[in-house]
């Protein structure tokens, strides 16, 4: 025990587990969120209610506590705060360059074309009005034009907030609407539409060395909304697909400037090459970090994640070597009158983790955001059929019913 304080950013349920990590290593967990209710409040040793992208008043906690490391997981969100308050505290943790390469998908874009990597056709646009401009070939303003189908999304947000597949021109303004809407920095993305298989690249950095530690195939709910529902690790490509998949997530990683930590990658594979979605220097969410990664391959990311900022050794030696699926459960519209089967569920074995969204009395509408789904199941078994039956298996107990 050394008794001394990390400060985890972020206290809502996914952080529960790196709270956790913090504590079972020998540190006093200091957790904050802006919701002074946030799930993870009542696990932490002590709880502040601020905003985990208010760095200045986070900073000033650190050093009136004087923690001996700052961590967070699983969010862009606490990213550029991980970053400016490690900077001020001097503490491990990604440079503010790192933090802005890696939360902001205009400046990916460019950075993967230096890469030398390839990019879908895009426009970064301040306005609706120069959005309109973008999409045909021959007007003046477009340079070339991103055409139709295109994905229209904020440059800084996450989870699929106001990410959308749009196929029609009238489609058009109300997308780019909603996209300004979620944008911190007020610009959004105008990409052409990437026709391909979409993959997760889940791995880390440390002293100097970068491991790729799993690759998902990833699958969505249909368009306009992009919302993932089902991701199998590993992902069944061809050997010669996983090799350029490694590569390009190596070049990714020097490209963007991640120098340790977790790493989050989203690709999509498509008959012309391998291109980049999103890159983020922090493990991936829904239990990722937490859940499939250790049960895969016996590396603690957290763990990791906690010894690297407090300046404690961290070797990553993979041990295992199983199959998991992430699959997120989505129900009908209607009101929830109950649900049941949960623990049942919970106890089949290979059900690494079940988590349920809602509750009975909530009312269930199709997702806009990652954030509307309505639960989330993590099973894990030696091969990807093996884990794909115990999923299913698992939803097949659970029995939820609307109010008729
Ligand atoms: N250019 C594109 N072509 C095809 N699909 C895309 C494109 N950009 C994003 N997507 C899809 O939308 C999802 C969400 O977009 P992403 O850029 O990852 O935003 P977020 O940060 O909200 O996750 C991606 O996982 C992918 O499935
Ligand atoms: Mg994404």
């Known amino acids: 025990m050394t008794g001394e304080w990390v400060l985890v950013i972020g206290a809502g349920y996914w952080q529960i587990p790196l709270i956790k990590t913090v504590q079972r290593l020998g540190y006093r967990a200091v957790a904050i969120d802006r919701n002074p209710d946030a799930e993870g409040g009542s696990t932490a040793d002590r709880f502040e209610p601020i905003d985990i992208t208010d760095s200045d008043s986070t900073a000033r906690l650190g050093r009136e506590i004087g923690i001996a490391g700052i961590v967070s997981d699983q969010t862009d969100m606490s990213v550029p705060t991980l970053a400016a308050v490690a900077e001020d505290l001097n503490l491990p943790g990604p ?151 490694h590569n390009i997530y190596i070049r990714l990683v020097d ?66 070597n199983r199959a998991c699926v992430l699959r997120f459960l989505l129900y009908e519209p209607g009101i929830v009158e109950s649900i049941e089967g949960v623990e049942e569920a919970t106890s089949i074995d290979g059900v690494e983790h079940l988590v349920m969204y809602i509750k009975p009395g909530d009312e269930l509408a199709p997702p806009v955001m990652d954030t509307q789904r309505h639960g989330c199941l993590i099973s894990v078994a030696d091969t990807l059929e093996e884990a794909q039956k115990i999923a299913e298996s698992a939803e097949n107990r659970l029995n939820i019913r609307l109010c008729k």
């Open 255 to 320: 490209g963007l400037g991640i120098e340790a930590g977790s790493i989050h990658g989203e690709l999509i594979v498509t008959d012309e090459g391998i291109y980049l979605v999103e890159m983020a220097n922090r493990g991936g969410g829904s239990g990722t970090s937490s859940h499939c990664i250790p049960a895969m391959s016996g590396i603690d990311l957290l763990e990791a994640n906690v010894n690297y900022a407090t300046g404690r050794e961290h070797p990553v030696k993979r041990t295992l």
């Open 95 to 245: 440079s503010m360059e790192t933090a802005h390469n890696t939360t902001n998908k205009a400046r990916m874009r460019e950075l993967a074309g230096k890469a030398g990597l390839s990019n879908p056709r895009y426009r970064v646009c301040g306005s609706v009005g120069e959005a309109k401009n973008v999409i045909d070939e021959d007007h003046p303003d477009a340079s070339g034009g991103v055409g139709l189908p295109c994905v229209v999304k904020p440059t800084d947000s996450q989870a699929s907030r106001g990410v959308q597949l749009i196929h029609r021109r009238k489609d058009l303004i109300p997308a780019f609407e909603e996209a300004f809407k979620f944008s911190r920095e007020g610009r959004i993305l105008v990409e052409e539409f990437l026709d391909g298989t979409e993959v997760t690249v889940e791995g880390c950095r440390y002293a100097g060395e970068t491991h790729l530690l799993g690759t998902s195939l990833k699958r969505h709910t249909p368009p306009p909304h992009i919302i993932a529902i089902n991701l199998d690790f590993p992902a069944p490509l061809p050997d010669i697909t996983m090799r350029e998949i």
